[in-house]
């Protein structure tokens, strides 16, 4: 499985960016999953910032909570991360990841790395 996530730049405070992580080597929706956003900034350690499985359930934290949506479209194999207001505490590396065959269980499951298998590289937002 290889993940692949776009649509990190540079924005001011205040601003939107979506964050799509194509997949590849799985079919979103042909087996139970769970697929999570994770951010990492400098020096501090890589943390949720929320969950889709496959029957719907989102979890975000709460540092993004009512700024941010995730969803996915299958028929592009595509998850996406919406996060709006940002501010400059949201500079960080994204990642996506996914771990298939299984949901994504409880909130606290849903935002621990230590749940993904599958991760892509990263990209990279940049707040100021």
């Known amino acids: 499985v290889q993940m692949v996530e776009s649509g990190g730049g540079s924005v001011q405070a205040g601003e939107s960016l979506r964050l799509s992580c194509v997949v590849s080597?799985?079919?979103?929706?042909?087996?139970?999953?769970?697929m999570g956003w994770f951010r990492q900034a400098p020096g501090k350690e890589r943390e949720g910032v929320g969950s889709?499985?496959?029957?719907?359930?989102?979890v975000r934290a709460d540092s993004v909570m009512g700024r941010a949506t995730i969803s996915q479209d299958s028929a592009k194999n595509t998850l996406y991360l919406q996060l709006n207001s940002l501010k400059p505490e949201d500079t960080a590396v994204y990642y996506c990841?996914?771990?298939?065959?299984?949901?994504?269980?409880?909130?606290?499951?849903?935002?621990?790395?230590?749940?993904?298998?599958?991760w892509g590289r990263g990209t990279q937002v940049t707040v100021s």
């Open positions: 990841a996914a771990t298939f065959g299984n949901r994504c269980g409880s909130r606290s499951s849903a935002l621990d790395y230590n749940e993904y298998l599958s």
């Open positions: 889709l499985d496959s029957d719907g359930g989102t």
């Open positions: 080597g799985y079919t979103i929706n042909s087996d139970i999953y769970c």
